[in-house]
């Protein structure tokens, strides 16, 4: 697992290696998932990332999985519903989260954060993390934010963003893993996405409480509505205390991989 950064407010991004290979050798396939505030900017960045125009950036379909190949790898982009919106309910929202982990079977190996820095409130903060903590508590060691242009330019205006605490913030937990994407080369992008995996040790997030079929007992004769309204961040966040991180490696055989 990678170690944490040590604290310091002079943030850095990640600095160009060509040393890396892009997977380990026992790794055929790459799962990413899409977090952030703009379906647009999200899709713009699978796009970017693929090569070639897959995903739509006008229309915000719901859930959208996508596979391209890369240097002899897959990759599968899965780009989630705008699941920083308020008004999206705690319920609705686990629901959410169990779609992305089914559809990133057997788990993510990076989450992908694409965050328009003049947009990103301590809202967003907050419930990103959220987000990231109800796949798993290991979910920020799997996570790289990629700060999109802003739409007006001037000169250290960029830096004044990255100085803002939601961003800031964000920033250090994902372990200072950042990157700009003004100007960004997409084999940079990709170098960075596979440093991740190395870092992890190849192993992916999976999080086996949101796989579990359902079982109800006996007694239990609540409403949806009644089980919604009990449905919390924090009671979903100590579920997915049950998460842990499994590698490629060990599901070889199971995963096709």
């Not at 604290?7 to 790459?30: A, F, I």
């Not at 913030?169 to 100007?183: H, P, W």
Request: net charge neutral.
């Amino acid at each position: 697992m990678a170690a944490a950064a040590p604290v310091t407010d002079d943030l850095q991004p990640l600095k160009r290696s060509s040393s890396l290979h892009w997977l380990p050798p026992y790794m055929s396939e790459l799962r990413v998932v899409l977090l952030g505030n703009s379906w647009s900017e999200r899709s713009s960045v699978g796009n970017f990332i693929l090569g070639e125009t897959k995903f739509n950036t006008e229309k915000e379909p719901g859930f959208l999985t996508v596979r391209g190949q890369l240097k002899e790898k897959e990759i599968v982009l899965i780009n989630a519903p705008d699941l920083l919106h308020p008004n999206i309910s705690q319920h609705k929202l686990t629901e959410l989260v169990k779609d992305c982990v089914r559809l990133s079977d057997p788990g993510p190996h990076v989450f992908l954060l694409v965050l328009q820095p003049e947009d990103f409130t301590e809202e967003h903060k907050l419930r990103l993390q959220s987000i990231l903590e109800l796949f798993s508590d290991q979910s920020f060691d799997h996570s790289l934010v990629l700060i999109s242009t802003p739409r007006e330019e001037s000169p250290g205006l960029m830096e004044k963003y990255l100085e803002r605490p939601p961003l800031k913030d964000m920033i250090r937990k994902c372990r200072y893993r950042y990157l700009k994407l003004k100007n960004l080369e997409r084999s940079e992008l990709l170098t960075r996405l596979g440093q991740i995996v190395k870092e992890n040790n190849g192993e992916y997030v999976s999080c086996d409480v949101f796989k579990a079929p359902t079982s109800t007992s006996p007694g239990d004769h609540q409403s949806p509505k009644q089980k919604e309204t009990q449905t919390s961040i924090t009671d979903a966040v100590k579920a997915a205390g049950k998460c842990r991180n499994y590698s490629d490696s060990e599901n070889f055989v199971h995963t096709n991989l």
